[in-house]
């Protein structure tokens, strides 16, 4: 069964910094892309930043403070964050586009992880 799993989230002061990561595991044949999303209590599900085929893509709101980097041969995703703020508050959910094996054929599906909760006090 393919599954995405984060760790690494937690209570951090203002200014503080996280590292979150998130493995894959599962009968997977190839990365496509694979990023990180947030979602605070009241509002919607928001892109945090990507990876895909080695270009970074980030939300305006992080830029210069995460960093998204992809250990491939380890199927881990990760995001650095730095100078972390209290409306960086949110649950983190690794996304993932995956090349499977289903039953003996190959396909590429969507994946979330469960989501880690980062909780930044000012």
């Known amino acids: 069964q393919v599954q995405l799993v984060e760790s690494g989230g937690g209570l951090v002061q203002a200014g503080g910094s996280l590292r979150l990561s998130c493995v894959a595991s599962g009968s997977i044949f190839n990365i496509n892309s694979m990023g990180w999303y947030r979602q605070a209590p009241g509002k919607q599900r928001e892109l945090v930043a990507t990876?895909?085929?080695?270009?970074?893509n980030y939300a305006d709101s992080v830029k210069g403070r995460f960093t998204i980097s992809r250990d491939n041969s380890k199927n881990t995703l990760y995001l650095q964050m730095s100078s972390l703020k209290p409306e960086d508050t949110a649950v983190y959910y690794c996304?993932?586009?995956?090349?499977?094996?289903?039953?003996?054929?190959?396909?590429?599906?969507?994946?979330w992880g469960q989501g880690t909760q980062v909780t930044v006090s000012s």
């Open positions: 990876s895909t085929s080695g270009t970074a």
């Open positions: 996304h993932g586009i995956l090349g499977v094996y289903n039953n003996g054929a190959r396909e590429y599906t969507n994946y």
